[in-house]
């Protein structure tokens, strides 16, 4: 069944926007009469009836609703340095959103390659793949902060940094329980400086290993991701 998403629904209709009413009945071709699903980033969980097949201004009819549908008893936050391609940041955010991930910060480190991102693009890369895996809950992203910033602020319970090091440190799959609120700062390329990494630990971030290979950026923030949903399984 079509999945469409609208925020802010209420009562017991649902008028789409333009693009997402275009899209189901010029492309998709419903018609008056079929059944779709919606999800509003906020757990709901719609069964809706097309009553008006307008192009631009589709209504449906609410038939069901589900609150909290698919609600997670943890919280998994990672921060991560945005890549100097576009591409592999986006990456990112599609597998993190398709795997299960609650809030992204874009960080901007002494080594950070990038360090502006188009928010509104990423915004829609997140509600594709929140729609493309049949999630209710849009993923929060916040601007780009610096790591400063962020570790200062950090209020989670686990608060993790992986980063390249020679030295033995814990795998990450080791040190995350079930239920928890968790931090993971993923580094840029060039990783972490030492400053960066010195501060991270006396904020009370543990250091952590992802396994034996060197990963890229985004792709160590997809293996964190899994690992943590791993843990909840």
């Known amino acids: 069944m079509h999945l469409f998403y609208i ?29 779709v699903n919606v999800v509003d980033g906020q757990g709901g969980f719609y069964l809706a009836e097309i009553a ?27 921060a991560i340095a945005p890549t100097k391609n576009n591409d592999r940041f986006e990456w990112f955010l599609e597998k993190a959103t398709e795997i299960g991930i609650d809030e992204i910060t874009p960080l901007i480190t002494e080594h950070s390659e990038r360090k502006t991102v188009n928010s509104e693009r990423l915004e829609k890369i997140l509600v594709s793949a929140v729609k493309q895996s049949i999630k209710a809950y849009l993923p929060k992203l916040n601007q780009p902060v610096t790591f400063k910033e962020l570790v200062k602020n950090a209020a989670e319970e686990k608060k993790f940094i992986a980063y390249v090091d020679e ?48 990963l890229r950026t985004e792709t160590a923030g997809v293996v964190a991701c899994h690992i943590v949903n791993l843990a909840n399984d």
Do not use: M
């Not at 802010?8 to 997402?20: A, F, K, N, Q, Y």
């Open 7 to 35: 925020p802010g629904v209420s009562g017991s209709s649902i008028l789409l926007d333009e693009t997402e009413s275009k899209h189901a009945i010029r492309v998709l071709r419903l018609e008056k009469g079929e059944k």
């Open 167 to 214: 030295n033995h440190r814990d795998h990450l799959k080791n040190l995350v329980g079930k239920n928890e609120n968790v931090l993971i700062l993923i580094g840029p390329e060039g990783d972490f400086s030492k400053n960066e990494i010195e501060l991270a630990l006396k904020s009370g971030f543990v250091p952590v290993s992802l396994g034996a290979s060197r």
């Open 52 to 78: 008006d097949a307008n192009p631009k201004k589709c209504l449906l009819q609410i038939l069901d609703t589900k609150k909290e549908f698919g609600k997670r008893d943890f919280h998994l936050h990672i």
